[in-house]
Nanobody, 115 residues
Framework: QVQLVESGGRLVQAGGSLRLSCAAS????????MSWFRQAPGKDRAFVAG????????NYADSVKGRFTISKDIAKNTLYLQMDSLKPEDTAIYYC????????WGQGTQVTVSS
């Protein structure tokens, strides 16, 4: 089992920046990929960004390309999501994921972008 804990979500102004963190614990040696998803009020869960845990390789949803950057710190077992040029449409609960949809999930952190 891998436990994931997100942090960093808060209220920010449109155009502002925010960095989310996801700390992994437990069977972290079994993690091969990590991703960020988000769910806006009344909407389905949507993929935001993902990367392989070991080695390189990143991918992003079209809606966040050029604004969000996913990164990792293997020594700290931590995944990050740097969010710049935030828009009100980015408002959502952001979830950390390990090993795909059938893998492990965090409880989420709320990001609210004011207009």
């Amino acid at each position: 089992q891998v436990q994931l804990v997100e942090s960093g979500g808060r209220l920010v102004q449109a155009g502002g920046s925010l960095r989310l963190s996801c700390a992994a614990s437990g069977r972290t040696f079994s993690v091969y990929s990590m991703s960020w998803f988000r769910q806006a009020p009344g909407k389905d869960r949507a993929f935001v960004a993902g990367m392989t845990w070991s080695g390189g390789g990143t991918n992003y949803a079209d809606s966040v390309k050029g604004r969000f950057t996913i990164s990792k710190d293997i020594a700290k077992n931590t995944l990050y999501l740097q969010m710049d040029s935030l828009k009100p449409e980015d408002t959502a609960i952001y979830y950390c994921n390990a090993n795909g949809l059938e893998g492990s999930w965090g409880q989420g952190t709320q990001v609210t972008v004011s207009s």
